[in-house]
């Protein structure tokens, strides 16, 4: 099991993703560059993370933690709490739903997002796959 938000957590899911040959086939006209994913705190966990990903036709190049997002320049960046990073981690939450409620703040062109939205949603089909321990549970 690997703990919410972390490196290792990270490093498992670039694991996961390049080995995932469908995920790569669905994103490979993806040339867009890196995406920031920050998880602001919220009554769960009082802890703020940020992470890049930079992926490169449909394969996950680069995944670190960072600490300031201004020091790259990502095509997106997506801002949620705790609980709906853990919701969707876990499968339990919808992401396009949570976008349309106002949950998840998007940074980047609009247009290009859903493009890929079926790349969006296999990358997230398989973040639900990392063997997750969350802090709060």
């Known amino acids: 099991m690997h703990r919410f938000p972390s490196q290792e957590w990270v490093d498992e899911l670039v694991k996961i993703a390049t080995s995932d040959q469908e995920l790569r086939e669905i994103g490979k006209t993806w040339t867009y560059g890196g995406v920031i ?3 602001e705190p919220d009554e769960k966990l009082n802890e ?3 992470a890049f990903f930079l992926i490169d036709k449909g394969e996950v190049k680069e995944a670190k933690i960072i600490q ?5 320049n990502p095509a997106f960046i997506f801002k949620t709490t705790y609980s709906v990073w853990k919701g969707i981690v876990k499968g339990e939450v919808d992401p396009i739903q949570a976008f349309l ?12 997002l859903m493009q890929y939205m079926a790349f969006i949603r296999k990358f997230i089909n398989v973040l639900t796959k990392v ?4 802090p709060d549970e």
């Open 37 to 39: 994913t920050i998880m």
């Open 68 to 72: 300031d997002e201004k020091e790259y």
């Open 101 to 112: 409620k106002g949950e998840i703040k998007v940074e980047g062109n609009i247009g290009i």
């Open 131 to 134: 063997p997750t321990r969350f």
């Open 48 to 50: 703020s993370w940020k």
